[in-house]
């Protein structure tokens, strides 16, 4: 069933991918997503009237959080889920946690992927860095399915968990470039930093895997 939030999402997603008349080919920033406002009366991070929630930096993300699709190194279906990500004392080894959102084939999530694969291969890995990469909507702006992330991760050859977010979960009001790149404390589920666009280079990632090392 194709839920309230992405029915609100998905009309504006389709027009931004429409712009340039190819499904899945975006521009420099991505395409641009305005969620449905928050209700007077509510704020980002927090639960509007309508029930959505928009997080913020500074927010403490729930352990239960959890999408469907692909753990890291696993090549069955399943679910990815935040708790597997929460190290409070570093015993798991897990030092930061970037979290990433965007449309299968765009252009820009395309050459995210492409870092992801260089630093993933050695330097993220040997440094505690993990990544959850969720695909929102198909190459045709459509909600993403399981097999949208097994499509997305045999093409990227991802050995980072890749799941499928059609609620589109870390949306904020406004304006919404793909990537959105989500940058999380595994100490504390804290969210730390927020980028939206593309931004081949990421020294805040780098920097707290440092501070929990």
């Not at 993300?61 to 990815?80: N, R, V």
């Not at 946690?97 to 995210?112: R, S």
């Not at 992801?116 to 045709?140: F, T, Y």
């Not at 059609?166 to 304006?175: C, E, K, L, R």
């Amino acid at each position: 069933m194709v839920s309230r939030r992405w029915v609100i999402l998905g009309a504006t997603l389709l027009l931004a991918c429409g712009e340039e008349k190819k499904p899945g080919t975006v521009g420099e920033g991505g395409p641009i997503v305005t969620p449905n406002p928050v209700p007077e009366g509510g704020s980002g991070g927090g639960s509007g009237g309508n029930g959505f929630v928009f997080y913020s930096v500074g927010d403490v993300l729930d352990a239960g959080l959890s999408w469907q699709g692909f753990a890291e190194g696993s090549g069955e279906p399943g679910t990815i889920t935040l708790a597997d990500y929460h190290d409070p004392t570093g015993e798991k080894g897990i030092r930061a946690l970037l979290i990433t959102e965007g449309q299968a084939d765009c252009a820009p999530c395309v050459q995210e992927a492409k870092v992801l694969q260089k630093k993933m291969a050695g330097p993220w890995l040997d440094r505690g860095i993990r990544v959850v990469q969720l695909l929102v909507s198909d190459a045709s702006g459509k909600p993403a399915t399981t097999s949208t992330a097994q499509a997305w991760k045999t093409k990227i050859q991802a050995s980072w968990a890749v799941g499928i977010d059609p609620d589109f979960t870390f949306a904020q009001v406004g304006s919404n470039p793909y990537p959105i790149q989500v940058l999380v404390d595994p100490r504390t589920l804290t969210i730390v930093d927020r980028f939206a666009g593309y931004r081949p280079e990421l020294p805040e990632v780098e920097a707290l895997a440092e501070k929990n090392q």
